[in-house]
């Protein structure tokens, strides 16, 4: 039903003196007239967000639906940039975002308020299919209106976990970090693991990792190569210096 391009790379890391990096999974899902986005993002990949968009030749203006998981800053604030879409988003996650007073946490308190009056978005709920092979399911723990989505794809299903699974070690551990409810949160991660089962072959996108199948052993398989480094600038020119955040993998892959 649907063809399958991971725009951006989550990452499954935090920095330790300069807050969280954020750095989340987007999706584009092209098929039965749409181009939707999953998850969008935060401020930091926009320019990457337009330019992996230019590569599949799909424009901002063409963007039928985003499709949110959460609230969060770091999927959520970039919808504004898709005049055209229509906003997915649960009833319950932003009725619960909109009532949170400005504090030192993850949500974009004037992006809620839009999303909160915007005509554009739409509310939905635990079950509904919402899209054409698209269904939403409830996944609490990590924000209460948490959601998954179920996609049926071309060539095999896809199953978006959002931050409810944030990336391998999540689903391997049964915990998290980053709940509001580790009890919820690990029921979640025990659905998560029912549906993933499901269909063989089943692709799994993470919050913040590559995306995943389970291997004959019924275990997490990466499908792809991490990309991720960083330049700083600690010497006395503009020449930078590298560093490798993929875990000694190539770095001359990876995007400056």
Known sequence: MYDVDVLIQGYPGRSLCHGGLGWSTTTLLRGEGR?????V??????????????????AAADITDVVLTHAH???AVNFTLFPNAT?????????????????????????????????????IRDGDLFLPGMRAIASPGHTPGHLLFYAD??????????????????????SVNDT?????????LARIWELWREVPGTLLVPGHDLGMTLD????????????????????????????DLCCGGALGRCSA
């Open 153 to 174: 794809a071309h060539r095999q299903p896809v199953l978006f976990t959002g931050d409810a699974a944030k990336n391998r070690a999540e689903l391997l551990s049964g």
């Open 35 to 39: 181009n939707i986005l999953v998850d």
């Open 216 to 243: 004959g052993n019924g275990q997490p398989a990466y499908v792809g190569e991490r990309r991720a480094a960083l330049n700083a600038w600690f010497g006395d020119t503009l020449e930078p210096t590298r560093i």
């Open 73 to 75: 800053y770091d999927h």
């Open 87 to 123: 906003v997915w988003i649960g009833e319950v996650e932003l009725a619960w975002a909109a009532a949170q007073p400005p504090g030192f946490n993850p949500l974009p308190e004037l992006y809620v308020r839009e999303l909160a009056v915007s005509e554009r978005v739409r509310r």
């Open 180 to 188: 509001a409810d580790m009890t919820a949160s690990r029921a979640t």
């Open 41 to 58: 993002g935060a401020f930091g990949v926009r320019h990457l967000l337009g330019q992996h968009l230019g590569r599949c030749g799909v």
